[in-house]
């Protein structure tokens, strides 16, 4: 079986990236903005995974642990936020939720 | 150094500062009575061990006398080097006891004067401080440390001066005394400035013994900036103007501070410095000028004035100048020797005007009183004497220390010194015994009821210093000069021979003509024939406006210091103060408010907003990265 070029990886990472980055700017639902924020987490993984395939470096996928590690807290906290949220509103819209501008 | 000296001095000099602490933070807890009884005790206390100390010194060799304890380093910058130390010598042994001994005669006193005062502890506190600041002044051995005692009796004055602080014009007079005082302790400091530049020292004993460095040039301005300093506190020409208002304070506060001890500070630190004036015949000249004319000027004044503190006040001026005048003639024994009957008599006319002053109810205008030699015998007989000393009738006091610098302006030469110093001999005797004759003589003219209180606290001192005021001219005899004896271990090595024993008969003859002139010309005038009185009231009417308005100097200072002073001061309150001064920070306080407002409008509250700066700001660094710093890196390849 050939092997995938590295370049394939990177390309499948940026796309999954700028996805998530345009699905949080753009998506106004708090779970949705959350998703997004998770496949911009994958990217990152992806880039690390396949970097160290192509170098037999392990410190790559060791890395990949600790994102996801992070992710997980981060997706905790985040989904804690949302509930406490949607218990006093029953629509969510980020774009309402601006009680702490200047 | 002396070990006896060495023991007891700094016990001298800390009593009162003791007495005044405890007074201020013991005081509060006990009896009201305490407070005077500590005050009395700490300075009394320290007049015993001056007089020890005395007796110790002045049985040691006349050069052995000048005893140096050094107590300390106070200072140590680059060349700089102030010491802390106590100069005991007969000159500041004759301070020390004029200052304990009738300042605790002055603080008895005012056991019975302020008894009925609600700040009763306070007072008792500053009579205190003052009396630890003033023996600070004359015991300390370098020019700094005396610098601190004038500085500190200048508060005390200032403190007490405006006692009764619910009165304006105790506290205008109070504001007044500090800040002409204050011009002096400046010329003291330039002068010490000048020292230091010279000879890198500021001690007595380092400055005196490198006259020779200065040059008389320099010495001349190190003299006439003390003498600056000694015409503040001395209340001499032209900054004399502060010491009749000074009188709004209460009469002990009178008797002490501006009669008997700091108005003779000046007189002190000249003695004190002649080895300076010794060698500075510029500066010295100027003093002795200084002093002849106070004491004429003020002399002069003291004729026509009604209130008797403020007659007593020019009278205090009048006996500093003839002082002044003899130490800046070179007869430093002679000011000193006036220095103590002057401490003496004017104590006691201070302190018997206050029984008459307490005994009406506060009355001090002289027009308001009459007849009180029945009603007061006590005051008037005190105070009489106090009179005959003042105008200089042998053989009490005033007559011999006065004739000694009048016989000294004689003897080195000085010929319109000594007819001033006459003519001022004159006018005392006249405008002393006016006082007495309008105060104590005819009807009662008063509308107070006379209430007499006869309190012993108060007797008993006024009648030791009269008893002084008698006997205390006779430590100079015709022939036998005692006091001059004691001080010789000072002054062993002045320019002019010191000792007061050689009398001139002619002189001395003389002089109490125009004496007994004065006296009979102001019996004549307010006893026999008051119609020649409104006669020449009459003719001399602007001679008379002149002297009340006191020369109406009070009144150039104001247009010429007081009034551009408060011009400048108002102009800048309008103009420079809003603007340039509040404006500064009122503007920063702006530009920051309007940058907040500025970054506030960039905080949305949109999560979104946010997320896409991140992603503009990361896609920017990204490009920044990627473009600049790694091209450069490539390059350098």
Aim: glycine fraction near 10%; hydrophobic fraction near 60%; aromatic fraction near 12%.
């Amino acid at each position: 079986m050939p092997a995938i070029p590295l370049t394939d990886y990177l390309a499948l990472s940026a796309a999954m990236f700028v996805i998530g980055v345009i699905g949080f700017l753009v998506r106004r639902n708090p779970l949705t903005m959350l998703m997004s924020i998770e496949l911009m987490w994958n990217a990152g993984n992806l880039v690390f995974a396949a970097f160290a395939r192509s170098f037999g470096d392990m410190a790559g996928q060791i890395f990949v642990f600790i994102v996801i590690t992070v992710a997980a807290a981060e997706a905790a906290i985040a989904l804690a936020i949302v509930v406490m949220v949607f218990r006093r509103r029953v629509d969510v819209d980020v774009d309402d939720i601006s009680v702490l501008r200047g | 150094m002396d070990a006896f000296v060495a023991t007891w001095a700094p016990a001298i000099l800390f009593l009162p500062l003791a007495g005044c602490l405890a007074i201020s933070f013991v005081g509060p807890r006990l009896p009201r009575s305490a407070s005077a009884v500590l005050g009395c005790a700490s300075v009394f206390l320290a007049f015993v061990l001056t007089a020890l100390v005395a007796a110790h010194v002045w049985h040691l060799a006349p050069y052995d006398q000048s005893i140096d304890v050094a107590l300390g380093t106070w200072a140590h910058i680059g060349a700089l080097n102030i010491g802390f130390g106590l100069w005991i010598d007969p000159l500041s042994l004759v301070w020390m006891l004029v200052i304990t001994g009738v300042g605790f005669l002055i603080h008895l006193y005012s056991v019975g004067y302020m008894g009925h005062d609600k700040n009763y502890r306070t007072f008792f506190a500053h009579m205190n401080l003052f009396v630890f600041a003033m023996l600070l002044l004359v015991m300390s051995d370098n020019f700094v440390w005396l610098l601190v005692g004038w500085g500190g009796v200048g508060l005390a004055s200032y403190l007490l001066i405006g006692f009764y602080f619910d009165r304006v014009t105790a506290v205008l007079a109070a504001r007044k005394a500090l800040i002409m005082n204050v011009i002096g302790d400046v010329g003291i400091m330039i002068a010490i400035f000048l020292m230091f530049q010279h000879v890198r020292d500021v001690s007595f004993a380092g400055v005196f013994a490198r006259t020779g460095a200065f040059g008389t040039s320099a010495l001349d301005w190190i003299g006439i900036w003390l003498l600056v300093g000694a015409v503040a506190k001395s209340a001499q020409l032209p900054l004399h103007t502060w010491l009749p208002d000074a009188m709004e304070g209460p009469t002990p506060v009178s008797a002490l501070i501006h009669a008997a001890t700091m108005v003779t500070a000046g007189v002190y630190l000249v003695a004190r410095c002649h080895p300076i004036y010794d060698h500075a015949p510029l500066a010295a000249q100027s003093v002795a000028v200084v002093g002849a004319a106070s004491a004429l000027f003020a002399a002069t004044i003291g004729c026509v004035q009604y209130d008797i503190k403020r007659v007593l006040a020019y009278s205090t001026m009048s006996q500093i100048g003839y002082m002044i005048m003899a130490v800046g003639m070179g007869a430093y024994t002679a000011g000193a020797f006036h220095f103590l009957t002057h401490a003496f008599f004017k104590a006691l006319l201070f302190m018997a005007a206050g029984i008459v002053i307490h005994n009406l109810g506060g009355e001090q205008d002289i027009r308001k009183m009459g007849g009180l030699v029945k009603t007061m015998p006590f005051a008037f007989w005190t105070f009489a004497i106090g009179t005959v000393a003042i105008a200089g009738v042998p053989p009490f006091s005033g007559f011999f220390s006065k004739d000694a610098i009048i016989d000294k302006a004689a003897a080195l030469g000085h010929p319109w010194l000594f007819a001033a110093a006459v003519a001022a001999a004159g006018l005392t005797a006249f405008y002393m015994f006016r006082l007495l004759f309008v105060a104590f003589f005819g009807a009662y003219r008063g509308d107070a009821a006379v209430h007499v209180e006869r309190v012993a606290t108060m007797e008993i001192p006024v009648a030791i210093l009269a008893a002084l005021a008698v006997v205390g001219g006779w430590l100079v005899l015709p022939g036998d000069d005692v006091f001059g004896n004691l001080l010789g271990g000072a002054f062993s090595d002045v320019l002019h021979a010191q000792s007061l024993a050689e009398f001139n008969w002619t002189l001395a003859l003389g002089t109490l003509m125009i004496v007994a002139a004065g006296i009979l010309s102001a019996y004549l005038l307010y006893v026999l024939a008051p119609q020649m009185r409104e006669n020449a009231k009459a003719r001399l009417h602007g001679l008379r406006e002149l002297l009340l308005h006191a020369y109406y100097l009070d009144d150039v200072y104001h247009v010429l210091f007081e009034a551009p002073a408060y011009a400048i001061a108002g102009a800048c309150a309008r103009f420079f103060e809003p603007d340039a001064i509040a404006g500064l920070p009122r503007g920063l306080s702006a530009a920051a408010g309007s940058f907040g407002a500025l970054s506030r409008a960039w905080e949305t509250g949109y999560l979104r907003r946010y997320g896409l700066t991140i992603a503009i700001g990361a896609a920017l660094a990204l490009y920044f990265a990627f473009t600049t710093l790694h091209a450069g890196g490539a390059q350098a390849h």
